[in-house]
C-alpha cells in the first residue's frame, strides 16, 4: 500500500490522469478532466474541485467507471473521490462510488445599478416584433421549431455544449449556466443548439417567455428606438423576456451605445433570474472591442466550445441527413463523403445533397465512382482552409526567412514585423482563437496577437512600403 502521507493529491491526481487519457478519447479529456483540480488527499480519500454541479453530474453519469478504475489502482480498493464544486451549492443525493464535500458559496456579484427607469406598466407597449398598427403585445419567440435536440446529434465535438444546452432547457435561470455562451467557428452548429434549446424550454415552459433574435437585428431595433426617442420603451420590452437569445453576439463589437443598452438588459435578466443565451464566433476571451464590463458578464456562467465534428459524429450526421430525406446509400459512400469532407457540418449537407442530386438527375446508382466524382468538385468549390502552418509558410518565403527564425524570440524589426503579418493573417484566415494563434506562432499569449494585430493596422496607415508587403501576401493567401 502507498504511504499516503508521503503522497500529494496532485501527484495522485496526475497519475489518475494519465490513466484515464489512456482509456478515453482526447476531446472528452479535454472537455471533461482538464477543468478539474486536486485539492488533498486524506488517507484514502482524494478530493477534486469541479466547474459546477452540472460537470459533477455529467462525470458520475459517463465516467464513474473510468474514475473508479484510477482511484482503485492508485489508492487501493478503498479509494474515496469527493467531489468540491467550485460555483454553486451542490446540495443532493451522494452517489454510490463518490461522496461530496459542503462547497462554498459564490460571493455576491457586484453589479452596476441600472441607469434607466424599470417600468411596472405600459398598457400600450411598444412591441418591435409585430407590425406597427395593430393592437397586440403578444411576444413571438421567432424560434425555428426545425432546429430541436431530436436533430442535433451529439458528439465529442459537442457534448459539452449540447448537455449544457439540455440543463438550461430543463432549469431555465436555475443553473449555474446563465449565461450560456455557445461559440465555435462557421456552420458548426450553434444556431441550430441555441433555436433547440429555446424550443426545449417553449415545450417544457410554455409559461416563460422566449425571444431569439440575432445582434444584427438587435442593433437595429436599439437604433431605431433612439430615433424614435422610445429608447425606455425599447428596454422595458426586453425586460419582459425569460429567456432572451442572442445570436452572433461579436456584432456588437465596436457599438458602444448598442453594448451599453444590453449591458443594462443583461443585468436586468440576470438579477430576476432569467436565462440569457449566447452564440458568438470566438470566446470571451479572444472577442475585440466589447467592453470589459459586458466581457465579465458573459464570463459568469458557462461557455462551451462546439468544435469541428470527428469522423463519427460526421457519419451519423450524414446517416441523419439521409433518414430525414427517405434515402438509402451505401456505408462505404457514406464513410467515404465523412472522409473527405471535414470544415463543418453545413459543408457535409451540402455534399451529401450534391449526391443524391447527381444521382437522381442522371439516373445513377449511387457508388463510390460517383461519389469520387461529385466530392472532389464538391471540395473544389468550397474555399479550402487556410492552416496557421501555411500562412507561416508563406510568409516566411516572402521575407526569405525560416519558420525557426519567424517563431524565435528575435527583437529585429523585419523579423518582428513578419511575425506580425503572421498573426494577423491568421487571425483573418483561420477560426483559430487568439491563443491558439499565440501558442502556433512562437508560443506567444492571446495579448501579444492582440498587440500583433493593432500594430498591423496601424502600420498600414502610416508606412508605405509595409503596406506593400502586406499585399503581395495577402494576395499570395488569397490565390
Known amino acids: 500500500m502507498l504511504d499516503y502521507t508521503q503522497e500529494t493529491a496532485i501527484s495522485v491526481w496526475n497519475r489518475c490522469l494519465q490513466f484515464i487519457k489512456d482509456n478515453i478519447g482526447d476531446q472528452a479529456f479535454r472537455t471533461w478532466f482538464e477543468p478539474i483540480e486536486a485539492i488533498e488527499l486524506a488517507e484514502n480519500a482524494l478530493y477534486i474541485q469541479v466547474p459546477s454541479k452540472f460537470f459533477y453530474e455529467f462525470l458520475e453519469e459517463h465516467y464513474v467507471k473510468v474514475l473508479k478504475s484510477a482511484l482503485t489502482k492508485e489508492l487501493g480498493s478503498k479509494a474515496k473521490l469527493v467531489y468540491k464544486v467550485k460555483m454553486e451549492n451542490t446540495s443532493g443525493k451522494k452517489q454510490p462510488f463518490t461522496e461530496q464535500l459542503p462547497s462554498t458559496q459564490r460571493e455576491p456579484v457586484k453589479t452596476q445599478e441600472l441607469d434607466v427607469p424599470v417600468q411596472t406598466k405600459n398598457p400600450e407597449l411598444k412591441n418591435p416584433f409585430i407590425i406597427p398598427g395593430i393592437r397586440n403585445v403578444k411576444i413571438e419567440s421567432q424560434l425555428n421549431s426545425n432546429y430541436s435536440f431530436d436533430n442535433f446529434l451529439e458528439g465529442e465535438s459537442n457534448r459539452l455544449a449540447r448537455n449544457a444546452g439540455m440543463a438550461v432547457a430543463n432549469k431555465p435561470g436555475g443553473t449555474a449556466f446563465n449565461p450560456l455562451l455557445i461559440y465555435g467557428g462557421v456552420g458548426l452548429g450553434k444556431t441550430h443548439l441555441a433555436h433547440a434549446i429555446g424550443v426545449e424550454i417553449k415545450d417544457k415552459h410554455p409559461e416563460k417567455t422566449v425571444l431569439y433574435i440575432s445582434a444584427e437585428v438587435f442593433m437595429q431595433q436599439y437604433t431605431d428606438s433612439v430615433r424614435k426617442q422610445t429608447r425606455n420603451d425599447f428596454i422595458y420590452f426586453y425586460q419582459l423576456i425569460d429567456v432572451l437569445i442572442v445570436d452572433d453576439i461579436q456584432f456588437l463589437a465596436g457599438k458602444s451605445g448598442t453594448q451599453d443598452v444590453f449591458f443594462h438588459i443583461f443585468n436586468y435578466l440576470h438579477q430576476n433570474g432569467k436565462q440569457v443565451i449566447l452564440t458568438s464566433d470566438k470566446a470571451p476571451v479572444d472577442m475585440q472591442d466589447i467592453e470589459q464590463r459586458l466581457l465579465s458578464r458573459f464570463k459568469w456562467g458557462l461557455s462551451a466550445e462546439i468544435m469541428h465534428p470527428d469522423f463519427e459524429t460526421r457519419v451519423n450526421i450524414l446517416k441523419n441527413i439521409l433518414y430525414r430525406d427517405g434515402v438509402e446509400m451505401p456505408n462505404d459512400v457514406v464513410e467515404y463523403v465523412a472522409k473527405n469532407v471535414k470544415t463543418n457540418v453545413r459543408e457535409l449537407e451540402g455534399a451529401i445533397i450534391s449526391l443524391i442530386a447527381q444521382s437522381s438527375f442522371n439516373k445513377k446508382e449511387v457508388t463510390i465512382d460517383l461519389a469520387k466524382n461529385v466530392i472532389e468538385k464538391f471540395v473544389k468549390n468550397v ?92 494576395k499570395k493567401l488569397s490565390m
Open 383 to 474: 474555399r479550402k482552409e487556410i492552416s496557421i502552418d501555411y500562412i507561416q509558410k508563406i510568409v516566411s518565403d516572402y521575407f526569405e526567412l525560416d519558420i525557426d527564425t519567424l517563431c524565435s524570440k528575435s527583437r529585429k524589426r523585419n523579423i518582428v514585423q513578419a511575425r506580425q503579418l503572421a498573426m494577423f493573417f491568421a487571425k483573418k484566415y483561420t477560426k483559430s482563437s487568439l491563443a491558439n494563434i499565440g501558442s502556433q506562432i512562437g508560443s506567444r499569449d492571446h495579448a501579444t496577437v492582440l498587440h500583433a494585430c493593432k500594430t498591423v493596422d496601424n502600420l498600414l496607415e502610416t508606412d508605405k512600403e509595409f503596406k506593400a508587403h502586406f499585399e503581395d501576401i495577402n
